[in-house]
């Protein structure tokens, strides 16, 4: 194994103590080529940088929508970052402590129903991130939707026709990675709480058992 990432959930949660500590090992002394996280924002510290950013590769933030309206639409609003674009300040603040501690800052965006038509090019420009990672919203059996799903993200979906669109709007931003659902399929080893593995066929997770057990 040469890369591993960290995501939630929120990572940071309970102020990413422990967090911090699985970084600093896998980097210190797995020594991987890689260490990253996904995190909404929302609980990052700059205090966290100063402990734990020398072991910090790659630090990519969730932003689904720059505009307030949409972000409450969605879910993405929390007491933290809400109202007067305070998510967007959260993310040029956050990009300024990835440079400070030589961290490269990515930021993730999952295209659904309610930011679809969003033109985000302007904004993405502005914080320059090292990649813009685009996903189109996935719908798993039994995690998102379906019967006994956690929650349900059947609103949220889009065709692959409305992605081609949101993709096409923004083709002048050069950090841009799409991810279709189809090239999500198998493309990674995600491990849970309990280390089990989890792969990702055409629209269900399939549980492996726990690597715990294996070993």
Known sequence: MKKVNFSGGEPFIHGGDHLGELVKYCKKDLRLDSVSIVSNGSLIRKSWFRK???FLDILAVSCDSFDDDTNERIGRCGESNRGANKHVDKL??????????RVSFKIN????????????SEHIMRLNPMRWKVFQCLLLEGENCGENALRDAEPFYISDEDFQKFLDRHKSVPVLVPESNVSMQNSYLLLDEYV????????RYTFIQSCLTVC
């Open 52 to 54: 734990y950013g020398d």
């Open 92 to 101: 040029h603040q956050i990009h300024s402590w990835c440079k400070e501690y």
């Open 109 to 120: 965006t999952v295209v659904n129903t309610f930011n679809l038509d969003e033109d985000m």
């Open 196 to 203: 089990h593995s989890l792969l990702i066929p055409i629209s």
